[in-house]
């Protein structure tokens, strides 16, 4: 009965083909020079800047030779990072944000140890990061910023070319994000970036980020990567297998070493 059932819709489904077949042959001929597309004209303007093809690593020689020294923080914020820094020797790291699978935010989605993708397209580039599968999107086509921005985990970046210097401006950033972590940005942070190579197969990234409601001047942070087109980017799916437990004190890994006599 079932065969009878199967055998039934597939003689129903090839005559339904070549139903439709016929009427495709059917219809008037169209000749194939009757519709062209427009050409992208203006990818000339990105031919013309420096190449930055590839996949970047972070470079693990010069990471943290820039990021040593801490911002200088508001007495407000230093208080509130004082009690952060404590909590982290009474409880651990704070997971929170990971055992949500939220991305980290800038400058944090750029100082993960996963690699970037920078992709130019007529007024945009686009930075593809592995971490958290996160996209950013730098508008260089001459707009401004949003009079009221939506907060979002990446901000709202604008940009334009300084010769073959990437000159990024950022607001707009979501409070569950930080500048460093135990300090979350606010909506008066601003994250201004220089993205350059100094050197063949070496790329730059230098950040001067602003807040007035918790820096006491500019904290300045850089982030270097190489070109390595050995491993291409993977696909990163934080909640695949997230083991993070969220408790009474935020989020962490249990590894059982209680359960251990």
């Known amino acids: 009965m079932n065969w009878a059932i199967n055998r039934a819709g597939r003689v129903k489904w090839a005559a339904g083909s070549m139903a439709g077949?016929?009427?495709?042959?059917?219809?008037?001929?169209?000749?194939?020079?009757?519709?062209t597309p427009p050409r992208a004209t203006a990818y000339a303007e990105a031919m013309a800047l420096p190449d930055w093809t590839g996949i970047w690593y972070p470079d693990w020689g010069a990471l943290f030779s820039n990021r040593a020294v801490p911002p200088v923080l508001t007495p407000q914020a230093q208080a509130a990072y004082d009690a952060y820094?404590?909590?982290?020797?009474?409880?651990?790291?704070?997971q929170e944000a990971q055992a949500q699978c939220l991305p980290p935010g800038i400058p944090g989605v750029m100082q993960q140890p996963y690699p970037i993708e920078i992709l130019f397209s007529p007024g945009r580039v686009t930075i593809l990061t592995e971490a958290y599968d996160q996209i950013r999107r730098i508008y260089t086509d001459g707009r401004g910023h949003p009079e009221e921005p939506d907060l979002f985990f990446n901000g709202n970046s604008i940009g334009f070319w300084d010769g073959d210097m990437l000159v990024v401006d950022t607001i707009g950033l979501h409070p569950?994000?930080?500048i460093i972590a135990g300090i979350p940005h606010t909506e008066k942070s601003h994250v201004h970036e220089h993205i350059w190579m100094p050197a063949p197969g070496q790329l730059m990234v230098e950040y001067t980020?602003?807040?007035?409601?918790?820096?006491?001047r500019p904290y300045v942070t850089r982030i270097a990567y190489r070109l390595d087109n050995e491993f291409p980017m993977r696909e990163y799916v934080c909640a695949e297998n997230n083991r993070l437990e969220s408790g009474e004190h935020?989020?962490?890994?249990?590894?059982?070493f209680d359960d251990i006599e």
Do not use: H, K, W, Y
């Open 21 to 35: 077949a016929a009427m495709l042959m059917a219809l008037p001929a169209v000749a194939q020079d009757t519709f």
């Open 85 to 94: 820094r404590e909590s982290i020797r009474e409880n651990g790291p704070n």
């Open 176 to 178: 569950r994000t930080n």
């Open 209 to 216: 980020i602003t807040n007035p409601d918790v820096l006491a």
């Open 250 to 256: 935020g989020a962490n890994i249990d590894l059982g």
